[in-house]
């Protein structure tokens, strides 16, 4: 545990930034209208991720937990 201490700042910034990158670079299929209760597509189908789009929502879901997981670990640690 004493090893994990000094390198967790650091891991947090990282794992942030990543996570960051990663919602930017999601693809949004919503307008304007829809942030405000409109919109077109609300009998749509539902969309199906593939290629890159999968991945980077995968990668997305893991990163969101190691980042939660190292803030509880650093929240113990204190």
Same mark, same amino acid.
């Given at each position: 545990?004493?090893?994990? *201490? ?5 891991? /947090?910034? *990282?794992?942030?930034?990543? &996570? *960051?990158?990663?919602?930017?670079? /999601? /693809?949004?299929?919503?307008? &304007? ?42 929240? *113990?640690?204190?």
């Amino acid at each position: 545990m004493s090893i994990i *201490i000094p390198i967790l700042p650091y891991l /947090q910034i *990282i794992l942030s930034a990543l &996570l *960051i990158i990663l919602v930017l670079l /999601q /693809q949004s299929e919503a307008d &304007l209208g829809s942030a405000f209760g409109g919109g077109e597509n609300l009998n749509a189908p539902a969309h199906t991720r593939r290629g890159m789009e999968r991945v980077i929502f995968i990668s997305t879901i893991v990163v969101a937990i190691l980042f939660a997981a190292s803030s509880l670990i650093a929240l *113990i640690a204190r």
